[in-house]
């Protein structure tokens, strides 16, 4: 039972716009959710987090926004860059004792020229 | 730079073969994980391990099973290959209390089984 869920798979984009990925979850017990980026043929790695107690989180052209009363969350990446083209992932820490993280589907974005 | 290796990039199995995939870590993380990576399905977790020894079932661990003996490398176990194992495997490790959980992927194995 997928408790994370982005439930648009690809997203396309010119150079230089606005890419808006979201991500929505069911568990109402999350408190903390991360962005992970992946390119072909590497890991995963940590692009941005946010608590539950802020709604919003900032870092360069990267900012995540948290719904908590509508479970949604999104990653907004301003201006987008070719370099930016990847699939992204949604995560949350699952709320047992051992705290594993656990991801959505991705979401593959093509930053067009 | 810390790092997460996994011993093979691209492996072709055959079914009812048993298949060994390794990682090693050398952060002295105590936790390590297997995740699968499919279309659609994103990432799911195999199995994880807190310490030598030890070992969790994650979200899928039919048909795996595996191995912690020494705190820097976990195997995951394809007991009987099968083709609907073939998949992308990604190992990672963290720390216990780590901030922003602290999760360093290996680079993946691609398995293929005819």
């Known amino acids: 039972d997928q408790q994370v869920k982005q439930n648009s798979p690809s997203l396309s984009v010119q150079e230089g716009r606005i890419s808006i990925l979201n991500c929505d979850y069911t568990n109402s017990m999350f408190d903390y959710f991360l962005w992970y980026k992946k390119y072909p043929a590497e890991g995963p790695t940590f692009l941005i987090s946010i608590s539950s107690i802020k709604d919003k989180n900032e870092d360069g052209r990267f900012t995540v926004f948290l719904n908590k009363s509508a479970k949604h969350l999104s990653l907004h990446i301003v201006p987008s860059q070719p370099g930016d083209s990847a699939v992204y992932f949604c995560?949350?820490?699952?709320?047992?004792?051992?705290?594993?993280?656990?991801f959505g589907a991705g979401t593959q974005v093509v930053v067009t020229p | 730079d810390v790092k997460v290796t996994q011993s093979s990039r691209y492996l072709v199995k055959r079914t009812g073969e048993k298949v060994f995939l390794e990682c090693v870590q050398d952060m002295d993380h105590e936790n390590m994980f297997w995740y699968r990576q499919d279309p659609g399905l994103g990432l799911r977790l195999i199995y994880f391990?807190?310490?030598?020894?030890?070992?969790e079932k994650g979200d899928i661990p039919e048909g795996y099973s595996v191995s912690r003996e020494k705190k820097e490398r976990f195997s995951l176990i394809l007991e009987s290959a099968s083709t609907n194992q073939t998949s992308m495997y990604l190992c990672?490790?963290?720390?216990?209390?780590?901030?922003?959980?602290?999760?360093?992927f290996g680079s993946g194995t691609r398995l293929t089984v005819v």
């Open positions: 995560a949350a820490p699952t709320t047992d004792s051992w705290g594993k993280l656990q």
């Open positions: 990672a490790s963290s720390v216990v209390g780590a901030a922003n959980y602290g999760y360093t």
């Open positions: 391990s807190y310490d030598v020894k030890m070992k």
